[in-house]
């Protein structure tokens, strides 16, 4: 069994400040971890993968997530937040079988 | 590289009628998923297949859902006798095992409204 809990539903911040969007995760495997992020009318689009190689993962876009164990977390940051950020963000848990289960999502708002 | 395409992009319909949505994954891709997706929540896992053998369904998903993957290549999937709780986005998702493990591609979706 696996479930994901973000913890901030919407997240609003001033352009050129740090983003922090909160996740906890339980899984019964040795977790695959994930975010995506969905824009207006847009598709869902892999923003970065927990893959146990390093704790602190780096993906596209200043977007970066750290694998806390002890915490069961895997929150995502960006230390200055742009306009073209603004968006629903899902943090997800996978099991072995590749069947993903989503957080509930955080809209992020930034603010000129 | 096309992508995951859907299609239709909307389907509006009236309560009682049967809807069939397709999609096509990218074409080397293995494993392909159905998701619903309502306003506010995150995508919920509706089934899966690995090439054409359907290897996982939702215990949530109703009888009166179906879907099929004939030849491990496009899906379909059908509603029948529609309700005005079926309306959502139905996502479509494809990823290969192996390297690609987890990695979802997903399509643009096909919001359904149940009339």
């Known amino acids: 069994a696996q479930s994901v809990t973000q913890l901030d539903s919407h997240v609003s911040v001033s352009e050129g400040t740090p983003v922090l969007l909160r996740c906890n995760y339980s899984?019964?495997?040795?977790?695959?971890l994930f975010w995506y992020v969905q824009h207006p009318n847009k598709g869902l689009q892999l923003l970065l993968k927990?893959?146990?190689?390093?704790?602190l993962v780096k993906g596209i876009n200043g977007f970066e997530a750290e694998f806390k164990k002890s915490e069961t977390s895997f929150h995502l940051t960006k230390p200055s937040a742009h306009m073209s950020d603004a968006a629903e963000y899902f943090c997800?848990?996978?099991?072995?079988?590749?069947?993903?289960?989503f957080g509930d999502g955080t809209t992020l708002t930034v603010k000129p | 590289d096309t992508g995951v395409s859907q299609d239709p992009r909307h389907k509006i319909t009236k309560r009682g009628q049967n809807v069939t949505f397709r999609c096509d994954p990218i074409?080397?891709?293995?494993?392909l998923y159905w998701y619903r997706q309502t306003l506010g929540q995150g995508p919920e896992f509706l089934t899966y297949?690995?090439?054409?053998?359907?290897?996982?369904k939702s215990r949530l998903l109703s009888d009166r859902f179906s879907a099929e993957r004939p030849k491990g290549s496009f899906s379909t999937l059908e509603i029948q006798r529609t309700e005005q709780g079926d309306s959502a986005m139905y996502l479509c998702?494809?990823?290969?095992?192996?390297?690609?493990?987890?990695?979802?591609?997903f399509g643009s979706g096909t919001q359904l409204s149940v009339l």
């Open positions: 998702a494809s990823s290969q095992t192996g390297t690609g493990e987890g990695k979802l591609f």
């Open positions: 899984s019964s495997y040795s977790p695959s």
């Open positions: 927990y893959t146990s190689a390093a704790t």
């Open positions: 997800v848990v996978s099991d072995p079988a590749g069947k993903s289960t």
């Open positions: 074409s080397e891709h293995n494993r």
């Open positions: 297949f690995q090439n054409e053998a359907q290897l996982e």
